[in-house]
């Protein structure tokens, strides 16, 4: 849990700027890292506030550096968090998104040399975001403030202030056009960091794999629908995240009726839930011919919509997965032994375009659990390639979930989760431990004391 700041003794002033005028208030902390608050006149904490959490960026903010997109953001949340009447611009001092002015005038040089931004920063020894906003909490409590609609094309940084207590109605986006000399900076962002710099909203999915009952179906819709009327949520996890559910099957299933009618069920179930999405997890552990399946497939379910291709031998992969594409959506595992096929351009061309989730998968359902490490390294390869849906699974459960946090945390990005093993006992789902799930993933509290 992030250490609570001390609030006390802050300085204030008015302050007329060229957007407006405002109350400027400045909290004591070491010299030039104090945080600033500009706040617009009448402010009223009782009103849902409009917020602008920045990071200062001194070759955007005051040089007006055309390399990056700050300072343009800067003026441009001024200007709106003024017109509201009621709204708040936090200042924080995290240079280089936390590696300060020298270092980030070094990750500058890297640049020049062809790096991008997060591989400069990674070269120097840093992690690719460093930001942390418990000022910004800090802030938010001083001025009694209940409510913010936040200004950011960032879902981590939502993700993060939530985490912390803050109850973000509304996250609006600040998007600015690019130049010639930002263009491949933003690009970085929204590949690398996964903000979101167009109109269009990207999903992600927390998924629970191993669904064999209707009755698990409508249990899992309850306890989400409880969840998201008792609890303070992430409301990026409220709207923006599915709950896929995986139903398991393989070719010996195709030749049994009771199995098919089984996971029709399923399917016809899960279709009353708005908030639930069945996937079937097709296993191709016993299959010889990947491409005659697929088209057993859709004709025994012409209902599905997303396929996962498990245990696709690695020279099978490429040709089932582009037969596949052009039937359903698709969710594709790699383990260690086929990640490399990420080097076919081709490939990595129909993943992106298709919006394909790689789901990195070195358990094959045994809950096998990665090493952090091994993500890392896994993760940030998908990344330069430029794939950014991306998926983790290996043992995940209520019991397993620091090792994802920390993750999203050093990416400074979302993943999507996959869980079976971690959620069962004696090979049978446990209510007990999707409940946990659940709301470990969703509720803010949990997360923070995970």
């Known amino acids: 849990m992030m250490q609570k700041k001390n609030a006390d003794n802050s300085a204030s002033a008015y302050l007329p700027t060229e957007f407006g005028d405002f109350e400027i208030k ?22 849902t506030a409009l917020v602008r959490v920045h990071s200062e960026c001194i070759t955007g903010d005051t040089f007006h550096s055309c390399k990056c997109d700050c300072g343009t953001q800067k003026d441009m949340a001024l200007k709106m968090i003024n017109e509201s009447k009621n709204g ?35 070269l120097l020894g840093h992690k690719p975001d460093q930001r942390e906003y418990s000022w910004a909490k800090t802030i938010l409590d001083e001025l009694k403030v209940k409510n913010i609609r936040i200004l950011t094309n960032n879902p981590s940084k939502v993700f993060e202030l939530t985490r912390l207590g803050i109850k973000v109605i509304e996250r609006i986006p600040l998007l600015i056009e690019s130049n010639k000399h930002n263009k ?10 996964g ?21 698990e179906v409508e249990y899992i819709a309850d306890l989400k629908n409880k969840i998201q009327k008792n609890y303070h949520m992430d409301p990026l996890m409220k ?21 098919i009618n089984d996971i029709k069920k399923i399917f016809q179930t899960a279709k009353r839930f708005r908030n639930l999405v069945p996937v079937l997890h097709y296993s191709f552990r ?53 990640l490399n096929l990420i080097e076919d351009p081709n490939l990595v061309k129909k993943i992106i375009k298709n919006k394909t989730y790689v789901l990195l998968d070195n358990s094959g359902g045994t809950g096998r659990r990665e090493k952090e ?25 209520p019991d397993y979930l620091s090792s994802y946090f920390k993750l999203t945390g050093f990416f400074k990005m979302f993943f999507s989760i996959d869980a079976e093993s971690g959620l069962k006992i004696k090979d049978k789902l446990d209510q007990r431990k999707i409940a946990s799930y659940l709301e470990k993933l969703m509720l803010s509290e949990c997360i923070q004391n995970d």
Do not use: M
């Open 373 to 397: 490490k091994d993500f890392i390294i896994n993760i940030d390869y998908l990344l330069e390639k430029e794939i950014n849906n991306i998926a983790l699974a290996g043992g995940f459960g």
């Open 195 to 215: 903000h979101l710099l167009t109109n269009e909203t990207k999903r992600h999915y927390i998924s629970i794999s191993g669904i064999k009952h209707t009755e």
């Open 239 to 259: 709207k923006e995240f599915k709950t896929n559910l995986g139903i398991y099957c393989d070719s010996k299933s195709l030749t049994k009726i009771d199995y």
């Open 26 to 47: 400045v909290w004591p902390e070491s010299r030039g890292l104090e945080p600033i608050a500009l706040i617009t006149k009448n402010f009223d904490p009782e009103k």
């Open 88 to 122: 708040i611009f936090i200042y924080l001092r995290q240079e280089g998104r936390d590696i300060g002015i020298y270092e980030k005038v070094k990750a500058y040089g890297l640049q020049d040399q062809g790096f991008d931004t997060y591989q400069a920063n990674v």
């Open 184 to 193: 491949y900076y933003l690009d970085t962002k929204r590949i690398k960091f």
């Open 286 to 338: 016993y299959s010889k011919e990947p491409i005659k399946e697929i088209n057993q497939i859709k004709a025994v379910f012409p209902f599905v919509k997303y396929v996962q291709l498990n245990d696709l031998k690695k020279d099978w992969l490429k040709e089932t997965f582009d037969f596949a594409l052009k039937k359903f959506s698709i969710i594709l595992p790699l383990s260690k032994e086929s």
